[in-house]
């Protein structure tokens, strides 16, 4: 989930040059009714935090009540104090913050699906 098209079409692109199946959104409100939608598990969510509907940590609470087995990749451009201010910068937190490389953003979706305490924002709970 990525509201800014450019960062989101080649976040897509480098995703599925992976290999891995992308469902991408371009806003909160479609990533939740193409969650909704989906017949299959969505293993990891990559979102910004800061977006205008709703910041990335209440989108993943949505997702995550869909889905609760979904892996949590948070992104953002802003500096950190902004950003703890959504409070997503707590231990555990999978994090990418922009710009990336493809390198990067490979290294990090590994890391995030490879996690072994569930979704990453909270330590006991679990695209």
Do not use: C, W
């Amino acid at each position: 989930m990525e509201d800014e098209p450019a960062i989101l079409k080649i976040t897509t692109r480098v995703l599925e040059r992976l290999g891995y199946t992308v469902v991408a959104a371009t806003g909160p409100a479609e990533a939740v009714r193409l969650a909704s939608a989906s017949i299959g598990d969505l293993h990891l969510l990559v979102t910004d935090v800061v977006m205008p509907e709703m910041n990335g940590r209440e989108l993943a609470k949505l997702l995550t009540a869909l889905h609760p087995q979904i892996k949590l990749l948070f992104m953002s451009g802003f500096t950190d104090d902004v950003i703890a201010h959504h409070g997503v910068l707590a231990d555990g937190v999978h994090f990418l913050h922009k710009p990336f490389s493809a390198t990067d953003l490979a290294a990090k979706v590994q890391d995030a699906l490879d996690s072994g305490h569930g979704n990453g924002h909270e330590p006991h709970e679990q695209a």
